[in-house]
């Protein structure tokens, strides 16, 4: 993610604003929207090996176009091409990575090592940070040049990949898409709310990124020191969720899902009241939230679900991400530019507590009466 501390500098260089850098996004939202689902379900048909293989080349060829384009038109391209791309990657890497536990016995590991996976790649993206920062120097588009080799070396990453032995191997029919679909979002009401739940909490620490380069630029920060800060805040969630499996062992599920709820908000909040540079704190607790959210909230789908649909329902989640991004996205992106981001951040913050809250409410509901 060499690209990604400076990508709004990019974007701000290349005549778009911050209403532009949003709807991109939010179109980025709707290819993996479109395909989420589908792609989930040829990784479960087709094998979670072979739609990794496509989602990284995909990838490649995404950053490919992005290096040669120079206005909307072309980023809008590289975005649909990066979209479907990573519309076969997510539910299929965890999918993968559970059902190898599950083949070893060792499911009760998959916080511990989803952790892990998550912490080596925030490591890394610390690094690139740094890198990118100083790649920015030379020109906001060498970032983008570089990044095209990095996501090459996916494409071999995932050639090297083994599938675990699978029992029930679905044969593949739309109308058994309909079906899981209906389960997750219908039939099964604790799966259901766990689903919905997981994905408020992922919007919200998706959204929160692209607001934090143009806060710190609004600060007076460098590209090379915002390439700094994104690197401590990726290296907070390297750190923290390490330890996510005894965070949630030592405060218990329930509690963890309150406190994440609360916090991400309070980022939020306390963000778009502050402007200097003390807002930065409230990052680092951001980032040290979504450190324990994204293991233990995938965790606890995987649990309710079974290995014949898990890549399935993963990106059913994923697909609910994306949808709220696409419509909430673009929107906080206007709001920011016609009254002030910080506006925007208060405004998105309230949204967040208030739809977590209720979900947490229909959860705990759910739970009773899963348990009656």
């Known amino acids: 993610m060499l690209f990604m501390p400076i990508v709004v500098l990019f974007y701000e260089e290349n005549g778009l604003g911050m209403a532009d850098v949003l709807l991109l996004k939010g179109i980025y939202s709707v290819a993996i929207v479109v395909f989420e689902i589908p792609s989930g379900y040829f990784a479960d048909t087709w094998g979670r090996k072979n739609t990794l293989i496509i989602g990284s080349i995909l990838g490649t060829l995404g950053f490919v ?4 384009s120079g206005a909307f038109m ?26 190898s536990l599950l083949q070893e016995g060792k499911e009760k590991d998959y916080v511990k090592m989803e952790g892990r996976v998550m912490s080596v790649g925030n490591f890394a993206e610390t690094l690139a940070a740094v890198a990118g920062g100083l790649l920015a120097e030379i020109s906001l588009r060498t970032p983008f040049v570089v990044q095209i080799f990095v996501a090459a070396l996916a494409i071999p990453a995932a050639l090297t990949l083994m599938e675990p032995i699978s029992e029930n191997k679905r044969k593949g029919s739309f109308r058994e898409v309909l079906q899981i679909v209906r389960t997750s979002m219908f039939t099964n009401k604790l799966l259901k709310q766990a689903i919905f739940f997981s994905s408020i909490i992922g919007t919200a620490t998706l959204t929160f990124a692209w607001f934090i380069q143009p806060y710190l630029e609004g600060l007076g920060l460098s590209p090379s020191r915002i390439g700094f800060v994104w690197a401590a805040l990726n290296l907070t969630v390297a750190v923290v969720t ?7 062992k030592r405060l218990g ?18 963000v778009g009241l502050m402007e200097s540079l003390w807002a930065i704190a409230f990052m680092f607790l951001f980032y040290s939230v979504r450190g324990v959210a994204t293991p233990v909230l995938k965790d606890y789908i995987n649990r309710l679900t079974t290995s014949d649909v898990r890549a399935t329902v993963l990106s059913v989640r994923s697909f609910i991400i994306r949808f ?18 910080q506006n925007a951040l208060i405004l998105a913050g309230i949204v967040f507590l208030i739809l977590s809250a209720y979900t947490i409410v229909l959860l705990r509901v759910a739970e009773i009466k899963n348990t009656q």
Do not use: C
């Not at 390490?242 to 949630?248: F, G, H, V």
């Not at 709220?324 to 981001?341: C, Q, V």
């Open 65 to 68: 176009t992005y290096s040669v």
């Open 74 to 99: 072309g980023f809008l391209a590289a975005e649909l091409m990066l979209g479907v791309g990573q519309s076969f990657i997510s539910g299929s890497d965890s999918a993968l990575l559970y059902d």
């Open 242 to 248: 390490l330890y996510a499996y005894r965070i949630e």
């Open 253 to 270: 599920r329930n509690l963890t899902i309150v406190a994440i709820a609360v916090f991400i908000s309070v980022g939020y909040i306390a």
């Open 324 to 341: 709220l991004f696409a419509i909430l996205g673009p929107f906080l992106g206007w709001y920011s530019d016609k009254f002030s981001l």
